[in-house]
Each structure stands twice: as C-alpha cells, then as structure tokens.
C-alpha cells in the first residue's frame, strides 16, 4: 500500500496525523501539490511538486496509483477515479469514499455546482475543522493501515 495526498487543500493537522502513521507503520506516503510543502527526513515520507494548473495534482496521483493504494482527497471526483482503479479514499474530515456513496456525491456536487453557475446564492461552506473530524480521519487511516497487514 501506498498513501497519496491531495495535498494542496489537505490541512495541516492531517498531513501530521500521516506523517506520525507513516513513522510508525513504514508505509509510504506521498504528497502531491503544485506548491512546496515540508516533510519530515529520512522516512518514508515524500514530496511531489508539480505543475500549477486545473487537476494536474489529481491526473499525477491517478496516473501512478496502484490497486490497494489509498489517496487522501475531499476532491469527489478524484475519489471516484480511485475507486475505479481498485484503490481507497477517504477524505481529510474522515469520510470514506465507496463504490456505493461516490455516484450520489458525485451528482450532488454536479447539482450544487449547476445551483451556483446559475446565480443561486449559496452561503457557508464546510464547517471548520474540529476534533471529532481529526478522530474520524484517525481512525479511517488505522482502519486501513490494519487492512494492509
């Protein structure tokens, strides 16, 4: 299994939460972005810089995924590219993405995204992020890092 992030709108604290799992489980995780993040030394931990444009991060993940490798994304339709290629997401809030929920999420998003092209004002957003987001993720991630063994 390999870990790869979405880095680019991947808080922080989630990035920590990973580089932590990936100290102590040797599992290899990768964060891809279009802008340079810092990582740890000498682990297993790396950073993947590239290009600057729309989805380049997204197409570069999918382009190396591997059956089995889980990708850290809140990016719906990444999560449902992985998924057909036989690999897991789940997002930084701790959601799991599925062959069962990404289709509903997916014409969701299409519908929210039609609401706002076509004027409809469209207030709020994501809530910040809290403890109980950072424990789902946490425990997600040690979910599949058990799979893995």
């Known amino acids: 299994m390999h870990i790869w992030v979405d880095a680019d709108a991947c808080p922080v604290v989630i990035r920590q939460i990973l580089f932590r799992a990936a100290k102590r489980t040797n599992v290899p995780v990768t964060l891809v972005a279009n802008h340079p993040l810092s990582v740890p ?3 297993t931990v790396t950073m993947l810089q590239v290009s600057s444009g729309f989805d380049v991060a997204d197409n570069e993940i999918v382009k190396r995924l591997s059956a089995g490798d889980l990708v850290i994304t809140s990016d719906i339709p990444l999560a449902a590219e992985v998924i057909d290629a036989g690999g897991q997401a789940i997002s930084p809030r701790g959601e799991r993405f599925s062959a069962d ?3 509903g999420k997916l014409s969701m998003r299409d519908f929210m995204e039609t609401m706002r092209s076509s ?5 709020g957003g994501p809530a910040a992020m809290g403890n109980a987001d950072k424990q789902a993720f946490a425990n997600l991630l040690d979910q599949a890092l058990a799979r893995r063994r």
Do not use: H
């Open 119 to 123: 004027g409809v004002e469209m207030s």
């Open 101 to 103: 929920t990404i289709k």
């Open 41 to 43: 030394r000498g682990g």
